[in-house]
Nanobody, 122 residues
Framework: QVQLLESGGGLVQPGGSLRLSCAAS????????MDWYRQAPGKQRELVAL???????NYADSVKGRFTISRDNAKNTVYLQMNSLKPEDTAVYYC????????????????WGQGTQVTVSS
């Protein structure tokens, strides 16, 4: 059973920093892209940052220069370093991965974490 487990959310003041982590566990053959999405109350879920297996990254315009995505392939873990946080960054942040489980090698499926709340408020 493949799972994505996020950690690192919480309450932070504007201008502060948080680091989110997401570890994929279970019988995994390979992981392609790993990314972070967020969903604020009353809004659609949006892509925040993406990183490929080769390390290429892409960011939403709203977080460029403030957020950094990285991954440790040996640990099947993706991170999101969030600096200069703003109240509008408040949302539930979801980890997502396109991965191939051991039971279906070469076939890729979409997996989601359970979400972690990030609240930016004074």
């Amino acid at each position: 059973q493949v799972q994505l487990l996020e950690s690192g959310g919480g309450l932070v003041q504007p201008g502060g920093s948080l680091r989110l982590s997401c570890a994929a566990s279970g019988n995994i053959f390979n992981i392609n892209a790993m990314d972070w999405y967020r969903q604020a109350p009353g809004k659609q879920r949006e892509l925040v940052a993406l990183i490929t297996s080769g390390g290429s990254t892409n960011y939403a315009d709203s977080v460029k220069g403030r957020f950094t995505i990285s991954r440790d392939n040996a640990k099947n873990t993706v991170y999101l370093q969030m600096n200069s946080l703003k109240p509008e960054d408040t949302a539930v942040y979801y980890c997502h991965a396109e991965l191939s489980p051991d039971s279906h090698r070469g076939k890729y499926y979409s997996y989601w974490g359970q979400g972690t709340q990030v609240t930016v408020s004074s």
